[in-house]
């Protein structure tokens, strides 16, 4: 029987085995397919996976806090009065010119017609007990100047509801541009609606008629933006004041305590109150129906 033991010298068909390494660690294997990277999270200055690349289309842009469509179609964002008043400020300082020349035009346009007003009205004095009264007869001459104040002042303040809606909308706002659009004789016809009916609800116990103020609101917004007729813009005005009753209270408060802050400023304050309140309530008409609204830097 041969000696099956195997040779104790080196096979030259095996290469010699290495040494072991100190000091650093075997890499592992190499797995198959390329190597997996560890995910980062991206930062505002970094652009983003795909920026650029084909098939690429970025999100539409939306303002968080300022309400209207969600950028992924979801649910509404919610609605800020806070947000909506410094939405209506910034946006009237983008374009404070025609704004302020038409708050003046109605402050000017509201004294003069005053004025008349008094001028050609009876008016007498009487004194009693160390205070005056005074006394004031409307004549026909005194009312005509009332009725042509109210007039003119109806068709300048739908003429700024036409530059708010034109500023929220990211348009051109103009002073001419105001008068543009909108029906002047459906606006005097739903002055001549909405006032009949706040008339008779004051008469009614007065509560009533402060509750069609508030419904009524945004007859004259409604026409300018839609066109509506008369008839249709007050019941559009209802159903839109009746659906937000929360949101509209509180932006109707905090406009009111603004104009009354301008009107403390010796009446110059108006020309910044007026067009800031007009700006913001057509704000919170634009994102209360969900639609989108610019923003000025």
């Not at 072991?20 to 970094?46: K, L, N, Q």
């Not at 009065?81 to 910034?90: E, K, L, N, P, T």
Request: with cysteine.
């Amino acid at each position: 029987m041969s000696d099956q033991t195997p040779p104790t010298g080196d096979d030259p068909a095996e290469s010699p085995a290495s040494p072991p390494s100190y000091g650093a660690p075997t890499p592992p294997p190499a797995p198959d397919g390329p190597p997996a990277y560890p995910s980062y999270p991206s930062y505002p200055d970094e652009p983003a996976a795909g920026d650029g690349g084909a098939g690429y289309s970025p999100p539409p842009p939306y303002t968080p806090g300022y309400g209207g469509a969600a950028p992924d179609g979801g649910a509404p964002l919610p609605y800020s009065v806070g947000d909506a008043w410094s939405a209506g400020f910034r946006l009237f300082r983008q374009h404070a010119g025609p704004f302020v020349l038409m708050a003046l035009t109605i402050l000017i346009t509201s004294g003069i017609f005053a004025g008349l007003s008094f001028a050609t009205s009876d008016h007498t004095t009487s004194t009693s007990d160390s205070s005056v009264h005074l006394a004031v007869n409307y004549t026909p001459a005194s009312i005509i100047f009332n009725l042509l104040a109210s007039i003119v002042g109806t068709l300048l303040t739908a003429a700024m509801i036409r530059g708010a809606l034109d500023a929220v909308d990211g348009k051109q706002v103009t002073y001419g541009a105001m008068f543009e659009g909108w029906d002047k004789i459906q606006v005097l016809i739903a002055a001549v609606i909405t006032r009949l009916i706040i008339a008779v609800g004051l008469i009614l116990c007065i509560v009533p008629g402060i509750i069609a103020m508030f419904l009524l609101y945004f007859t004259n917004m409604s026409l300018v933006d839609r066109n509506l007729p008369a008839f249709e813009a007050v019941k559009a005005s209802a159903e839109f004041a009746r659906a937000h009753v929360g949101p509209l209270l509180l932006t109707a408060l905090v406009a009111i305590l603004t104009n009354i802050v301008g009107a403390c400023l010796c009446l110059v304050g108006l020309l910044v109150s007026m067009p800031v309140t007009v700006i913001m309530a057509a704000v919170a008409f634009r994102i209360l129906q969900g639609r989108p609204i610019a923003t000025a830097q």
